[in-house]
């Protein structure tokens, strides 16, 4: 869900991305993946912009990736091999902040072989410059994930200014989404409880993965529950894994747990 909100943010807003990342303002389109690589390694996280003269590629992270590096190396060769001409900019945000080395890694090293690539920790960017900007609007909170509530509240009083209704709601509604990050849904709910969301695209898919959770949740609640009932009425472990879906090692905690 993250990775398409902030998908749908990058083509939404290409201009924003553009002087927010590279400085420059220009006109960016999007590159859609399956007419960009004929075979990408994940064309469902490729987002691609580009003008004339430059593309812009994206790669947007939760967590830590230890492959990131040669990915970006292989995207960066198709990509030259494709447009030889353009300047390319190759950038990772990453969302969630974490002291794992890997966030600050932004060079492929082998051999003779040195591929570099922009590393952006949004905790470490300034949230006042994301304010400026009603596109990069849903990321100010994980900018200072410290400081959540308060600039959350400040995202709201922004988003109330903007006059187009349903553009109101897809930017509340990302922010909503990617401020889960950092603070619990409770709060977020709260603070943007007055904001129409509810016509948007991105809410109606953060709704449904949200019941989707909850049904995945009351299954298993439901499976382990009958998983007790069998084992105490002394059934094989095996056909109680058969039965009810849970595997070994749910079914051993189940087991330690009534001993």
């Given at each position: 869900?993250?990775?398409?909100?902030?998908?749908?943010?990058?083509?939404r807003?290409?201009?924003?991305?553009?002087?927010?990342?590279?400085?420059?303002?220009?006109?960016?389109?999007?590159?859609?993946?399956?007419?960009?690589?004929?075979?990408?390694?994940?064309?469902?996280?490729?987002?691609?912009?580009?003008?004339?003269?430059?593309?812009?590629?994206l790669?947007?992270?939760?967590?830590?990736?230890p492959?990131?590096?040669?990915?970006?190396?292989?995207y960066?060769?198709?990509l030259?091999?494709?447009y030889?001409?353009?300047?390319?900019?190759?950038?990772?945000?990453?969302?969630?902040?974490?002291?794992?080395p890997?966030?600050?890694?932004?060079?492929?090293?082998?051999?003779?072989?040195?591929?570099?690539?922009?590393?952006?920790?949004?905790?470490?960017?300034?949230?006042?410059?994301?304010?400026?900007?009603?596109?990069?609007?849903?990321?100010?909170?994980?900018?200072?994930?410290?400081?959540?509530?308060?600039?959350?509240?400040?995202?709201?009083?922004?988003?109330?200014r903007?006059?187009?209704r349903?553009?109101?709601?897809?930017?509340?509604?990302?922010?909503?989404?990617?401020?889960?990050?950092?603070?619990?849904?409770?709060?977020?709910?709260?603070i943007?409880?007055?904001?129409?969301?509810?016509?948007?695209?991105?809410?109606?898919?953060?709704?449904?993965?949200?019941?989707?959770?909850g049904?995945?949740?009351?299954?298993?609640?439901?499976?382990?529950?009958?998983?007790?009932?069998?084992?105490?009425?002394?059934?094989?472990?095996?056909?109680?894994?058969?039965?009810?879906?849970?595997?070994?090692?749910?079914?051993?905690?189940?087991?330690?747990?009534?001993?």
């Amino acid at each position: 869900m993250y990775d398409n909100v902030c998908k749908y943010l990058a083509e939404r807003f290409p201009g924003a991305m553009g002087r927010w990342l590279l400085g420059l303002d220009l006109p960016l389109v999007s590159l859609p993946p399956t007419e960009l690589i004929p075979a990408p390694i994940r064309a469902d996280s490729l987002i691609c912009l580009h003008s004339t003269t430059h593309i812009l590629h994206l790669e947007f992270q939760t967590h830590p990736d230890p492959e990131m590096p040669v990915r970006m190396l292989d995207y960066a060769v198709r990509l030259y091999r494709k447009y030889p001409g353009v300047r390319l900019h190759q950038v990772v945000v990453y969302l969630r902040q974490t002291s794992s080395p890997q966030v600050y890694q932004g060079c492929f090293e082998q051999a003779n072989t040195v591929h570099r690539f922009q590393v952006v920790r949004l905790w470490e960017v300034d949230a006042e410059r994301l304010l400026g900007e009603e596109g990069l609007l849903p990321w100010v909170v994980l900018a200072e994930p410290e400081g959540g509530e308060r600039r959350l509240r400040q995202v709201r009083e922004r988003l109330e200014r903007i006059s187009d209704r349903q553009l109101r709601a897809e930017l509340g509604a990302a922010t909503a989404v990617l401020a889960g990050l950092a603070l619990d849904r409770g709060v977020i709910q709260q603070i943007l409880g007055d904001v129409d969301m509810k016509e948007s695209v991105i809410y109606q898919a953060w709704r449904q993965e949200a019941l989707q959770e909850g049904l995945e949740q009351g299954r298993l609640v439901e499976a382990r529950r009958i998983a007790r009932q069998l084992l105490h009425m002394g059934m094989d472990p095996q056909q109680v894994m058969t039965i009810t879906g849970l595997s070994q090692d749910e079914l051993n905690q189940l087991s330690r747990q009534q001993n």
